[in-house]
């Protein structure tokens, strides 16, 4: 699927494109791609079983420096917090609940694609 001159954006673009079919494929609906404000960008906004779901979408041609969900470290997670805040202020979405989901996917040359997605994968609790 991919080429060794894939540029890092082309293959990020690969990779949102991948786990949007996934998700559709596990029941989630798209409701958003690449949402973008003055604090940053969340890859995908998507409802599933009636709650709101903010999806971070990491990818990498090799797990030679940690997988692609080890990358969603504390200072990402508050950043994607802070959009999230941004996107319910602005679009003031009606759901009872949100979730942060992060899906990691490996893509390496000569194999197929893997796609891991974890649900709940950070922050628990009341959030607005």
């Given amino acids: 699927m991919r080429t060794a001159s894939c540029s890092r954006a082309h293959l990020g673009y690969l990779g949102e494109l991948l786990a949007a079919e996934r998700l559709r494929a596990e029941g989630y609906v798209i409701l958003e791609r690449n949402y973008r404000c003055a604090v940053g960008e969340i890859d995908l906004i998507a409802r599933e079983d009636g709650v709101l779901v903010f999806i971070e979408v990491r990818t990498r041609s090799s797990d030679a420096f940690g997988s692609p969900l080890e990358s969603v470290d504390g200072f990402k997670q508050r950043k994607l917090r802070e959009v999230a805040r941004h ?3 602005e679009r003031r ?4 609940s949100v979730r942060f989901d992060v899906v990691g996917i490996l893509l390496a040359e000569g194999t197929e694609a893997k796609v891991e997605i974890v649900p709940h994968a ?5 959030f607005r």
Avoid: C, I
């Fill in 87 to 89: 996107y319910l202020r």
């Fill in 93 to 96: 979405p009606r759901y009872q």
């Fill in 122 to 126: 950070f922050y628990e609790g009341r």
